[in-house]
């Protein structure tokens, strides 16, 4: 039974995830231990052998008889001890009072609990499956023997791949023990819970009095505030991301809140949506857009879906079950393109009148992202997104009565390359004049102009297309672009994006120059002394021989 399940992987009908838990699973089979079937439990299968006695006496030596059941029983004890006619009749079969352990009732699970050994409907439908999920600390326990017990009795394998997840610990990596009082349980994340209710939850189970103390004393340095409710989603959608840690998962609450906050965060982008981008009794005009001109950064925006339903799809793929990569493809979509930066861009289109066809194609592409970024996320956030979907305006057009039954945006496809070149150009000009405010103090309030040079004219061109993009991000005023850095109005600092391209910020009323001048002044004092420093070590005689090239 161990050969079978041990060629059974190393052909690869069987397929461990993560693969190198294949080298236990060959370790464990490959030096099998006798196993101890019996145990003293109530529950589990009882053990099918019986002891047969004869007027009070044990029937010879050995008065254990196995068989399905007491008639069996008693048909091989008249063959085993030859016995009459009259003394089988007379003979009683008491059955062991102790159960199989839990692993041999648990490894017949697969079939078992089909109809087997009978050729049920079920058995026919629904064995074997396709994948077990399990925790990687009972590969042996349970998976190895469902694979063995199930190529013995049926001679097919239970399923075809085991996916083993990570063990959660606390966050400081260590096991989860009553003793620790370090036992995170699920609904106190999702419920919320106070430090005291943790601490009345302590002396409600079995943790003897001596560790009460210890175990508290974790509780109050992890927990002084107790747990926030986080709610089931922030927590799926934790773990789920965890899963890229290996082994254990150091499980920190506050990862989870920042989740939790997340989900606020879809809330705001529907409610505004609802409230602001989108006209009451708005109805999309739109809901195709092949072929369809639209603005740079609406282009943008299906790209960037389009690249995040890709990631999501490819973590979600038989085989693979990279969830941190769906996790991160879709907080990134949701975070940093679609709130950072395109409902930024749609702000400005409020003050346009409702019949600007921009502004209306706008709209019909921010309902598009916003209805298929909630399908994309819904398997990994199914309550919130459920709830969201059902808040978007003409839900009820698209098909059906629930995002659970609606199909998984795999049809995005607008991944376009050289709007990703030129929107990217487009977000470095925007960090560099961000950036040159915050060295300059300046808020806000303060939208300084800004002149873009260029050393050709594709990129000056779609500086100059989309000045309203830069002005919007960076907060800014007038963007323009000239033809050389003479053209640059005087009173004006700048910054070099990179080899193509450089924002000028006209300073001039803004700035106090002589304290900037200043502090330029001290900051290169500064580079000059760590200069000279290395200059000294550079001199010494040993430096070429000590300091590797």
Same mark, same amino acid.
């Given at each position: 039974?161990?050969?079978?399940?041990?060629?059974?992987?190393?052909?690869?009908?069987?397929?461990?995830?993560?693969?190198?838990?294949?080298?236990?699973?060959?370790h464990?089979?490959?030096?099998i231990?006798p196993?101890?079937?019996s145990?003293?439990?109530?529950?589990?299968?009882?053990?099918?052998?019986?002891q047969?006695?004869l007027?009070?006496?044990?029937c010879?030596?050995?008065?254990?008889?196995v068989?399905r059941?007491?008639?069996?029983?008693?048909?091989?004890?008249?063959?085993?001890?030859?016995?009459?006619?009259?003394?089988?009749?007379?003979?009683?079969?008491?059955?062991?009072?102790d159960?199989?352990d839990?692993?041999f009732s648990?490894?017949?699970?697969?079939?078992?609990?089909?109809g087997?050994?009978?050729q049920t409907?079920?058995?026919e439908?629904?064995?074997?499956?396709?994948?077990?999920?399990?925790?990687?600390?009972?590969?042996?326990?349970?998976?190895?023997r469902?694979?063995?017990?199930?190529?013995?009795?049926?001679?097919?394998l239970?399923?075809?791949?085991?996916?083993?997840?990570?063990?959660?610990?606390?966050?400081?990596g260590?096991?989860?023990?009553?003793?620790?009082?370090?036992?995170?349980?699920?609904l106190?994340?999702?419920?919320?819970?106070?430090?005291?209710?943790?601490?009345?939850?302590?002396?409600?189970?079995?943790?003897?009095?001596?560790?009460?103390?210890?175990a508290?004393?974790?509780?109050?340095?992890?927990?002084?505030e107790?747990?926030p409710?986080?709610?089931?989603?922030a927590l799926?959608?934790?773990?789920?991301s965890?899963t890229?840690?290996g082994r254990?998962?150091?499980?920190?609450?506050?990862?989870?809140?920042?989740?939790?906050?997340f989900?606020?965060?879809?809330?705001?982008?529907?409610?505004?949506?609802?409230y602001?981008?989108?006209e009451?009794?708005y109805?999309?005009?739109q809901?195709?857009f092949?072929g369809?001109d639209?603005p740079?950064?609406?282009q943008w925006i299906?790209s960037?879906?389009?690249?995040?339903?890709?990631?999501c799809?490819?973590g979600?793929?038989?085989?693979?079950?990279?969830?941190?990569l769906?996790?991160?493809a879709?907080?990134?979509f949701?975070?940093?393109?679609?709130?950072?930066v395109?409902?930024e861009l749609?702000?400005?289109?409020?003050?346009?009148?409702?019949?600007?066809?921009?502004?209306?194609?706008?709209?019909?592409?921010?309902?598009?992202?916003?209805?298929?970024g909630?399908?994309?996320?819904?398997?990994?956030?199914?309550?919130v997104?459920?709830?969201?979907w059902?808040?978007?305006?003409?839900?009820?057009s698209?098909?059906? +009565?629930?995002i659970? &039954? $609606? @199909?998984y945006?795999?049809?995005?496809?607008f991944h376009? %390359?050289?709007? /990703?070149? =030129? !929107?990217?150009?487009l977000?470095?000009?925007?960090?560099?004049?961000?950036?040159?405010?915050?060295?300059?103090?300046?808020?806000?309030?303060?939208k300084?102009d800004?002149y873009?040079?260029?050393?050709?004219?594709?990129v000056?061109?779609?500086?100059?297309?989309?000045?309203?993009?830069?002005?919007?991000?960076?907060?800014?005023?007038t963007?323009?672009?000239?033809?050389?850095?003479s053209?640059?109005?005087?009173?004006?600092?700048?910054?070099?994006v990179?080899?193509d391209i450089?924002?000028?910020?006209?300073?001039?009323?803004?700035?106090?120059v002589?304290? +900037?001048?200043?502090? &330029? $002044? @001290?900051?290169?004092?500064?580079?000059?002394?760590?200069? %000279?420093?290395? /200059?000294? =070590? !550079?001199?010494?005689?040993?430096y070429?021989?000590?300091?590797?090239?």
């Open positions: 039974m161990a050969a079978n399940s041990v060629e059974a992987v190393k052909n690869k009908e069987l397929k461990i995830i993560p693969d190198s838990h294949e080298s236990t699973w060959f464990f089979l490959n030096n231990e196993w101890c079937v145990r003293q439990l109530w529950w589990g299968h009882r053990i099918p052998a019986y047969c006695t007027n009070g006496t044990p010879g030596e050995d008065p254990w008889i068989a059941s007491v008639d069996e029983a008693r048909v091989k004890a008249t063959a085993k001890f030859n016995l009459s006619a009259e003394d089988a009749a007379k003979i009683e079969l008491n059955q062991d009072a159960v199989l839990t692993w648990s490894a017949l699970w697969p079939f078992s609990t089909l087997w050994p009978n409907p079920d058995m439908k629904f064995f074997p499956g396709s994948l077990l999920e399990t925790g990687h600390d009972i590969l042996f326990f349970w998976v190895a469902m694979v063995m017990m199930s190529l013995h009795f049926t001679g097919k239970p399923f075809s791949e085991v996916y083993l997840h990570a063990m959660v610990r606390d966050r400081d260590r096991k989860m023990s009553k003793q620790l009082g370090n036992v995170i349980d699920p106190d994340v999702i419920h919320g819970i106070t430090l005291q209710e943790l601490h009345d939850k302590l002396r409600q189970g079995n943790l003897d009095a001596k560790e009460i103390p210890k508290e004393k974790f509780q109050k340095d992890a927990f002084p107790g747990i409710e986080c709610g089931s989603d799926r959608f934790g773990l789920l965890y890229q840690s254990n998962v150091n499980l920190d609450i506050n990862r989870i809140v920042g989740y939790r906050q989900c606020n965060k879809l809330w705001n982008v529907v409610r505004y949506v609802l602001y981008a989108l009451p009794g109805k999309p005009q809901t195709s092949e369809v639209l740079l950064e609406c299906l960037r879906l389009s690249v995040a339903v890709k990631e799809m490819d979600f793929t038989e085989g693979t079950y990279d969830f941190a769906a996790t991160q879709a907080y990134r949701w975070l940093y393109e679609l709130c950072d395109f409902l749609t702000k400005p289109l409020r003050n346009v009148p409702a019949t600007d066809a921009r502004r209306i194609l706008t709209q019909d592409v921010l309902l598009y992202v916003v209805e298929a909630l399908r994309m996320l819904h398997p990994m956030m199914p309550f997104t459920e709830e969201l059902h808040r978007l305006p003409h839900w009820e698209l098909g059906s +009565e629930s659970m &039954l $609606t @199909k945006p795999a049809n995005v496809q376009n %390359e050289s709007v /990703e070149s =030129k !929107m990217k150009l977000m470095e000009s925007i960090t560099a004049l961000r950036a040159m405010k915050a060295s300059y103090n300046l808020t806000n309030k303060q300084p800004v873009v040079t260029a050393t050709n004219a594709a000056a061109e779609i500086a100059s297309q989309h000045a309203l993009i830069i002005e919007t991000l960076a907060v800014t005023g963007v323009t672009a000239v033809a050389s850095d053209d640059v109005p005087a009173g004006c600092g700048v910054t070099v990179n080899s450089a924002v000028h910020m006209m300073l001039k009323g803004l700035i106090d002589e304290k +900037e001048v200043a502090k &330029l $002044t @001290k900051n290169l004092e500064g580079l000059k002394k760590q200069l %000279e420093t290395l /200059e000294k =070590k !550079m001199a010494m005689p040993t070429a021989t000590k300091v590797p090239e």
